[in-house]
């Protein structure tokens, strides 16, 4: 029988693994030396600017890995513990470049070898300005999370790029305790952004956990003290969007606590200007508090920061401008003192600072609670902000801002993020910044990208004292920036099998039966339709007209009962875009996501449009 | 009782009992899905309900006047009275649940 295009597509955590065996087996095979070294390019198949090396010396031996910059400042190097067999990560490589590697033995002669990268970008390279010195970032890079199509990248004091990613792990990346990384998964499970869960990598690629879940993870993570991670998620069955939070168990990826925002705040309580029935509260960060046991959490279509008890989940304060509130929240609400204060809206990336005070990032998207007074990209702006708050009488303080002088210049009207470092260093990262034939851009970038004149910028800033000492500046919209290093004081690598925790949960289905039988043929050509199968899912791509009716059908082979999966053919306005990587710019196109989680049997997959129902060819075992 | 009406015939029988206003469009997908919904609805649910099906682009008039903006909408009238409202395609348990607070 004929049938639609199909592939299985191996999970990564066994992709790794395959390949590190093989090169366990060829060092172990082979006499590799320091002077002959066996090198792995890209060993881990999504970290294309580094590589791994593996040799054997004599005696143990620390060895000091220098990958050479195009300057001496640009050396990454870091030096690894004594050992008789070494297997390093080679972090920094230069894109499309001959790169020079040494690896210089404790008092002993160094050995050099080359690695000719490709052109990992394959002609999209992001071109980079940076002002700053090399001995204010030294080997820090500053890495840029993804927005659009641009994958998450990191860039040195000569803003060249030394590391990123070729898959769309999106979201926030960030720096866990043990080394590692933490960031969004590359499987998309809901349009527009919601991913499988969070993996748990290192810089050479290697995911060492897959932690997956039911309501899949978008904007922002947390490390708690014990090593247990908050991760933002939703509840698919339910009518809304971005409104739950939950805590995860770092071993075992089971989550322990869950809190439903709707326990808080009643949807509605406060709109803002991109609010809607669905996304009303558009949670984009959580902090936790260990000083008051408690999470701070950004609703940007509250315009509003709240805390709640951690343990209780009750409601202890709310920082936003109070005007449209319900009455019942005043109480928790707080008075400005002092002559010099602005409230935020829309804001981003709430910060807990070792003092108490609150930080975001105020994008000031609208600029007011009042329809009336709403103010255009063009007389807007956007700022890291700190406030200092008194919770027993409720007032508040702006003791520190950056960006509001620069004007629309530095507006981004969704995502972006502040970082604390010290008392009065910053870094205030302007990611979603565009513009329409040159002016401000009312749209959001992840829109204007795909519009005729449209352009994007990002400007990640650091400030000292008042004094700026980085402006990195981008031809792109990034979600969030991090300052890190590419080698830490960890192991930087890890050998063994990587474990997926969790799971994805049940795929909501659409309860109402078509009656209707198989018309016996293929699903049109024109659909360009495709099912692309996981381990434990499978994804089926197509394209439908506006305003069919459209249902994928799991129907048992062997009297198992069926499952339907309404798919939507018509656009939807989406007033919040923060990460557009997974947009598709043909309307026409659907991605269907179905969880074997839930399922068990032999089914044929077969589609209605309107009256007819058509097959794929394709049967799915569950 | 499920049945497509014009304006005259919904005002006639709007204001009898327990009816529910589909408005929609032929050329929205999610209204095609949502009248196999309704007909599981009214299956269970029983005579107690009618559902009256109203062409949102052959009846501006009426959707104006019930403040319709977009379709699917559904209108849920006791007595004449609008006791409850749902926009977008919906499941069917959602829809009986909003029925039967109603009843």
Redesign the interface.
């Known amino acids: 029988m004929e049938t639609i295009k199909y592939t299985y597509k191996e999970n990564w955590l066994a992709v790794q693994e395959k390949a590190e065996q093989e090169m366990l087996a060829e060092l172990e095979q082979g006499n590799y030396t320091l002077e002959h070294p066996l090198v792995k390019y890209n060993l881990y198949s999504i970290s294309p600017l580094t590589a791994v090396v593996a040799f054997k010396t004599p005696e143990e031996t620390a060895i000091t890995l220098t990958v050479k910059g195009k300057t001496k400042q640009a050396d990454m190097y870091h030096t690894f513990p004594k050992a008789k067999t070494h297997i390093l990560p080679v972090l920094g490589l230069y894109n499309n470049y001959l790169n020079t590697i040494e690896l210089r033995p404790y008092r002993g002669t160094a050995s050099a070898f080359t690695i000719q990268t490709p052109d990992t970008y394959e002609g999209k390279e992001i071109k980079a300005v940076m002002k700053t010195t090399p001995e204010y970032l030294q080997d820090n890079l500053i890495f840029e999370a993804p927005a659009d199509e641009n994958l998450a990248s990191a860039f040195d004091y000569a803003g060249d790029t030394r590391w990123h990613l070729s898959v769309p792990c999106i979201f926030d990346l960030k720096r866990l305790k043990n080394g590692r990384l933490l960031i969004g998964t590359d499987r998309l499970i809901k349009l527009p952004y919601y991913v499988s869960g969070l993996y748990e990598m290192d810089m050479v690629g290697k995911i060492y956990k897959e932690y997956c879940l039911p309501g899949g993870y978008h904007h922002d993570q947390f490390e708690m003290p014990n090593g247990d991670l908050l991760s933002l998620t939703e509840d698919f069955h339910t ?1 809304t969007v971005e409104d739950m939070l939950v805590l995860i168990d770092r071993e075992t990826g089971a989550i322990k606590k869950t809190w439903d925002y709707k326990n808080f705040l009643k949807p509605g309580c406060s709109k803002s200007g991109s609010w809607s029935d669905e996304d009303w509260f558009h949670n984009n960060a959580v902090w936790y508090d260990e000083n008051t046991n408690s999470l701070t959490l950004s609703g940007r279509h509250i315009d509003a920061m709240v805390n709640i008890d951690y343990e209780t989940g009750k409601l202890n304060w709310i920082i936003g401008d109070p005007e449209g509130w319900d009455e019942e929240y005043l109480p928790y609400m707080f008075k400005p003192e002092g002559d010099e204060f602005d409230w935020q809206y829309e804001q981003h990336a709430c910060v807990i600072t070792p003092d108490g005070d609150v930080m975001c990032f105020d994008n000031h998207h609208y600029g007011s609670k009042n329809k009336e007074t709403y103010k255009k990209a063009k007389d807007s702006y956007s700022r890291g902000v700190r406030f200092r708050i008194n919770t027993k009488d409720k007032t508040i303080r702006q003791i520190w801002q950056y960006g509001k002088e620069q004007g629309a210049e530095f507006f981004s009207p969704y995502i972006c993020n502040v970082e604390y470092y010290n008392e009065g260093h910053y870094m205030v990262h302007s990611g979603g910044i565009s513009y329409m034939n040159g002016e401000p851009a009312e749209s959001l970038g992840a829109f204007t990208r795909n519009m005729p004149g449209g352009t994007l910028e990002t400007r990640t800033v650091e400030v000292c004292d008042g004094k700026v000492m980085l402006e990195l500046t981008l031809p792109a919209n990034y979600y969030r920036a991090e300052k890190l290093k590419l080698y830490t004081d960890g192991t930087n690598l890890d050998l063994g099998a990587g474990k997926q925790l969790g799971t994805m949960g049940v795929t909501p289905e ?5 009656p209707m039988e198989p018309c016996g043929e293929l699903l049109p050509a024109s659909c360009e339709a495709s099912i692309e199968e996981e381990d434990d899912r499978f994804t089926f791509h197509s394209k439908f007209e ?6 994928l059908l799991l129907e048992g082979k062997n009297g198992e009962e069926s499952h339907r999966y ?1 798919i ?3 656009a939807v306005p989406y007033l919040a875009m923060c990460c557009g990587t997974f947009m598709d710019s043909d309307e026409r196109s659907t991605r269907t996501f179905v969880n074997k989680a839930g399922i068990t049997g032999e089914y044929d997959v077969r589609v209605i449009i ?1 009256d007819k129902k058509y097959e794929t060819g394709i049967c799915i075992k569950c | 009782m499920m049945k497509q009406v014009e304006a005259a015939e919904f005002k006639e029988l709007a204001g009898k009992g327990l009816v529910m206003g589909e408005f929609f469009s032929t050329t929205c997908g999610p209204c095609k899905m949502l009248a196999f919904v309704l007909k599981d609805v009214q299956k269970e649910i029983g005579e107690d309900l009618t559902i009256l099906q109203v062409d949102f682009d052959k009846n501006k008039e009426l959707t104006a006047e019930y403040g319709v903006t977009g379709y699917p909408t559904m209108v849920l009238l006791k007595d004449g009275q609008e006791v409850g409202r749902m926009q977008g395609l919906q499941q069917k348990p959602a829809i009986v649940k909003m029925i039967k607070v109603n009843q």
């Open positions: 009518d659409f309860e109402t039966d078509i506006k305003g069919q009716m459209v249902m309404y939507s053919t018509t309107d």
